[in-house]
DNA sequence: CCTGGCCGTTAAGGTTTCATCAAGATCATC
DNA sequence: GATGATCTTGATGAAACCTTAACGGCCAGG
């Protein structure tokens, strides 16, 4: 049985989805502001989380942080319709999907059973080929197809490698790499990613200065590209 | 059977409605002013509403406003001809589609179904497909149907198309995109939309002068169609 | 018929962001 | 403490992007 922490203030909310997620056998546990929702999580380990970013005491983000900081439960985020920066930022801090009030109650439900199933036993593949090289998540190996012997990588240039290529045909944002390889203080240091890019491709890509596999989408971020 | 709850307070709008929606096997109720729509909506949960703009007790966005505090239901706002500015106020309040009084039957039903149908059971992945390209949300990925390779948009292109397809088969006025995009500051800088509606429509459109999914609602915003 | 408002289109300017290079700083190992 | 690899940092030219303004088409109202 799934269980689902639902964090919101407003008790005719709380209330709709107490009743809609019970009948639909899942199991609901509820938390009005974000210090006892972060309680919640740690007491109850919640499958999946609801959170709305309009709680009295604290902002939504710093929940999201908080959960984050030693759980990967997936989080759907409710927020206020014309809040975009306020979305922007939940899903930089790490929630999974965001849905805006008012919201119907189906698609709620459907975000909700696709957030579980990503969250599912990861059918990791752990070995990803191109028509160039492969890479083997695994071992934390880079081959040339073809050519022998390794790529030799340094560890920050296959930690960055390894957020891309488990995001593979994704979209990464520049705050999400630089979070990821070296923490939450670089976010504005892009700088790093442009220097480690640029290794990368020169390591990897046929043509380093038109890359195939290593796309920049400009102003976003990067995309591994098989 | 679908549920449609009619709130206007001309009697022989009420009939002609009640007749022909029954006759298509809709079940109708009625009310004749805000309060008791407001009432109404929540005893009946009808699973669309056709509100009519010019009630005696209340101002029609209020009403919309008192329903989407906690409900999605579809609203279709009925208003006489010439109240623009009243027309946007309600959709902006959160109206689903308008009709301007009088109106066709034929359009009305044909609104209807449209917004039932939008209603219904959400798709799971927010992925959209139309008969020319693919728009993957959580990839922020724009693919050709049959043509390889990905669109490449720019981060202001890309909020844009968010938002319309997130609202995909609804009217969103310019403010909204505006206020989404830009932010609350730039809603009166509506040429930034045509500047950005063309592009988009430059790299999405079969044929980029007659828009086909990326339509215009003169006087009122833009509308996504799948 | 003319006028004004709204929409679509285009192009140029200024600004931001990106790729590349190279030199200093840091770290691990011996 | 020396050495080599790795990581930071700054500078520069190039590319992409956002903004803004101007022009023409279309339609409605006078």
């Not at 599912?120 to 073809?146: I, M, Q, Y």
């Not at 790529?151 to 240039?157: A, F, I, R």
């Not at 944002?173 to 979070?179: A, E, P």
């Amino acid at each position: 049985m799934t269980r689902v922490l639902v964090v919101d203030d407003e008790p005719s909310i709380v209330r709709a989805l107490r009743i809609n997620l019970t009948a639909r056998k899942y199991e609901v546990s509820t938390a009005s502001d974000g210090a006892s929702g972060l309680a919640a999580v740690a007491r109850d380990r919640p499958d999946v989380m609801i959170l709305d970013l309009g709680l009295p005491d604290m902002d939504g983000t710093e929940v999201i942080r908080g959960v984050r900081g030693w759980s990967s439960t997936p989080i759907i985020v409710l927020s206020v319709w014309g809040q975009e920066s306020q979305k922007v930022a939940a899903l930089d801090a790490g929630a999974d999907d965001y849905v805006t009030k008012p919201f119907g109650m189906d698609e709620l439900l459907a975000r909700l059973r696709a957030a579980v199933r990503r969250a599912a036993p990861a059918p990791d593949e752990p070995v990803v080929t191109t028509g160039h090289f492969t890479v083997d998540l695994a071992a934390k190996r880079v081959a040339r197809n073809g050519g022998d012997g390794n790529v030799g990588l340094t560890p920050t240039e296959w930690q960055l490698l390894e957020v891309l290529v488990r995001n593979r045909g994704r979209l990464v944002t520049q705050r999400q790499l630089l979070q990821e390889v070296w923490g939450p203080a670089y976010e504005t240091e892009s700088n790093y990613l442009r220097v480690y890019m640029a290794q990368l491709r020169r390591k990897l890509e046929p043509e380093p200065s038109r890359p195939r596999y290593l796309l920049t989408e400009p102003g976003m971020g990067y995309r591994f590209e098989a």
